[in-house]
């Protein structure tokens, strides 16, 4: 084996920076397959089975509690009554980033795919097909990569070398994911999230000074309730 310098492929060259991103359990807009997005959304909270998903996932982490520095969570409701069930098993305080909140779906909100289909077919028609088309009073997914990667670029930033358990949602956590494997946008369409599931990925500096993602789990979640 060479004594030279790992080759690029191999572990990180420094003391990483960790996202443990979390997504939030169900609502009633999550079975139902509704539309829901952030902050102008009707911001439903966690069902019961929602809260029982976080509770789940707060657990599975609860072991390596000490290992965590702080949680993040989004500003929508069902974010931040994820986070708060898993930070209680952490034992750690929340802090608020609004940069990883959902995407806004404006007239869609609370619309099943089914019905946006029926009552706005040609918007819906756009926004599949182009990453730049948003629904009316909504956002593109062009503006929730710049948005979400700023926003987690805020994270990295003020926690540098340090893990944080991020709570966000399905959208956020694949514009990162996608970012991290070097994937086109469209690749968010090719990953399944589940609800409360765990994704990790960690930052690490080369000696150049380049940062380099890797991905260390993804959809993560508790087999015992999830199966």
């Known amino acids: 084996m060479s004594s030279g310098a790992p080759s690029r492929g191999w572990g990180p060259p420094s003391e ?5 991103l979390v997504r ?16 102008a959304s009707a911001n439903p909270p966690l069902n019961e089975e929602g809260r029982a998903q976080a509770l789940a996932t707060g657990e599975w982490l609860a072991p390596l509690a000490d290992d965590f520095d702080v949680v993040v969570s989004s500003p929508v409701r069902r974010t ?3 986070a708060e069930i898993v930070a209680e098993q952490l034992r750690l305080e929340i802090e608020v980033e609004h940069g990883i ?4 779906f404006g007239s869609w909100d609370g619309l099943s795919f089914a019905e946006v289909q029926e009552r706005f077919p040609d918007d819906l028609s756009a926004w599949l097909g182009d990453l730049d ?11 929730v990569q710049q948005r979400v990667l700023e926003g987690r670029d805020r994270i990295l ?4 070398g340090r893990t944080v358990v991020a709570v966000s949602h399905v959208t956020p956590i694949k514009v990162i994911v996608a970012e991290a494997m070097g994937a086109s946008l469209e690749g968010v369409y090719r990953m399944e999230l589940g609800p409360a599931s765990v994704t990790v990925v960690s930052y690490a500096t080369t000696p150049d000074g380049e940062v380099r993602p890797y991905l260390r789990l ?5 087999t015992h309730v999830f199966g």
Do not use: C, I, Q, W
């Open 101 to 104: 909140a959902e995407m806004e």
């Open 218 to 222: 993804f959809n993560g979640r508790p």
């Open 80 to 82: 931040r009554e994820t």
């Open 133 to 143: 088309a948003a629904p009316h009073g909504g956002e593109s997914m062009r503006t």
């Open 24 to 39: 939030h359990g169900v609502t009633d807009h999550t079975l139902g397959k509704r539309f829901s997005g952030g902050l």
């Open 157 to 160: 930033e003020k926690y540098a």
């Open 16 to 20: 990483p920076t960790t996202l443990v």
